[in-house]
């Protein structure tokens, strides 16, 4: 059977997978309708179409690569029905690098996982 960490950690890779790929559209499922994310710099967005948009704003720029977000910790909340993931991200483009530490948080939703909010802090 496989754990909600497992679960949640399977997700994030294939979120790496899908911006390494640079299809915005496919992060669809992955997101809460409403969810927040707070970037790198501070600056909020608000709703899925929100980071969506950004997310192909981010991909018609010729020089970006990737952004990779490492899990090192998921923990649960006592219903099993939230998840908090701290980690490590790496933002690459072709000629610069920039990371940090984030935090998400999933929200089990007719039986998936999907991000509720995430926070980014640029650190390098």
Do not use: C
Request: net charge neutral.
């Amino acid at each position: 059977m496989t754990t909600p960490q497992d679960a949640i950690r399977a997700r994030r890779r294939l979120t790496n997978k899908l911006i390494a790929a640079h299809d915005a559209a496919r992060l669809r499922p992955f997101l809460a309708p409403d969810m927040n994310l707070i970037s790198g710099e501070g600056g909020l967005l608000v709703g899925a179409e929100a980071v969506l948009q950004a997310f192909a704003a981010q991909f018609k720029d010729a020089s970006f690569v990737t952004y990779v977000r490492t899990p090192r910790d998921i923990m649960l909340d006592a219903d099993g029905a939230r998840a908090a993931e701290a980690g490590d991200w790496t933002a690459t483009w072709k000629d610069a690098m920039s990371s940090g530490t984030y935090l998400a948080v999933w929200k089990k939703t007719v039986g998936q996982w999907v991000i509720e909010s995430e926070t980014f802090v640029t650190l390098a």
